[in-house]
């Protein structure tokens, strides 16, 4: 299993930038596909972003070229760097981690960190 934080979220103008940032401890961090999700008030969560333990990247539509996702295995952690931000990038951001053979959606979750852009 594996233990998550999620850090760097707040209030942006939209236009604005914000780069959240992950820890991992407890399990072997590369053996681990790492994903962004997020989830705005009354919608289900949703998938923004994930890399896989080779560095594959995959993106929501909605984020594509505004939004990058990033990981460091010698540090244990993973970044979405965040730029171009709107209003509807308004939500709580969670950090997952799962092993590759485990279906996406599952695996271990942070406790989310809220991101509120302004108009």
């Known amino acids: 299993q594996v233990q998550l934080v999620e850090s760097g979220g707040g209030l942006v103008q939209a236009g604005g930038s914000l780069r959240l940032s992950c820890a991992a401890s407890?399990?072997?961090?590369?053996?681990?596909?790492m994903s962004w999700y997020r989830q705005a008030p009354g919608t289900q969560r949703e998938l923004v972003a994930r890399?896989?333990?080779?560095?594959?990247?995959n993106y929501a539509d909605s984020v594509k070229g505004r939004f990058t996702i990033s990981r460091d295995n010698a540090k244990n952690t993973v970044a979405l760097q965040m730029n171009s931000l709107k209003p509807e990038d308004t939500a709580v951001y969670y950090c997952?981690?799962?092993?590759?053979?485990?279906?996406?959606?599952?695996?271990?979750w942070g406790q989310g960190t809220q991101v509120t852009v302004s108009s």
């Open positions: 997952n981690a799962r092993p590759a053979w485990v279906a996406p959606g599952r695996g271990s």
């Open positions: 407890g399990s072997a961090f590369s053996d681990n596909v």
């Open positions: 890399i896989s333990t080779v560095g594959t990247t």
